[in-house]
C-alpha cells in the first residue's frame, strides 16, 4: 500500500512556527521527489516546495522563499517542511506528494490527505 500522510499542522500566530511531516509508507523514498502544496479556501492549489530524488535538490515558491525549508529522512521514510515566520496568508490545508520519477515538476502519482495550517492572532 502506497500511503502519504501529513501530520504538524495547527493553530500559529504570526511570526511563529510549525513543522510538518510527510510520512511514506509502502514504497522506497530515496527514489521518489517529494513536493509541498497547499490550498487555500477560494483558492488553487499551489506548489510551495519540492525535494529531488538523485541529489537532494531543494525548491521553493517564491512567497516562501526564506522562510520555509524542505528536508528528507530516507532512514525514516519521511520529508519535512519546516516553517519559519509564518504570515495569515499562509493559512491553506498542506499536501504531500510523491514523484515516481524522481524529479520535482514530474507528475505526482501519490497524494496525501492534507493538514491544516492556520496563522492568525
Known amino acids: 500500500q502506497l500511503q502519504l500522510v501529513e501530520s504538524g499542522g495547527g493553530l500559529v500566530q504570526p511570526g511563529g512556527s510549525l513543522r510538518l511531516s510527510c510520512a511514506t509508507s509502502?514504497?522506497?523514498?530515496?527514489?521518489?521527489?517529494i513536493g509541498w502544496f497547499r490550498q487555500a479556501p477560494g483558492k488553487e492549489r499551489e506548489g510551495v516546495s519540492c525535494i529531488s530524488s538523485s541529489d537532494g535538490s531543494t525548491y521553493y515558491a517564491d512567497s516562501v522563499k526564506g522562510r520555509f525549508t524542505i528536508s528528507r529522512d530516507n532512514a525514516k521514510n519521511t520529508v519535512y517542511l519546516q516553517m519559519n515566520s509564518l504570515k495569515p496568508e499562509d493559512t491553506a490545508v498542506y499536501y504531500c506528494a510523491a514523484a515516481r520519477a524522481g524529479l520535482c515538476g514530474d507528475e505526482y502519482d501519490y497524494w496525501g490527505q492534507g493538514t491544516q495550517v492556520t496563522v492568525s492572532s
Open positions: 509502502g514504497f522506497t523514498l530515496d527514489y521518489y521527489a
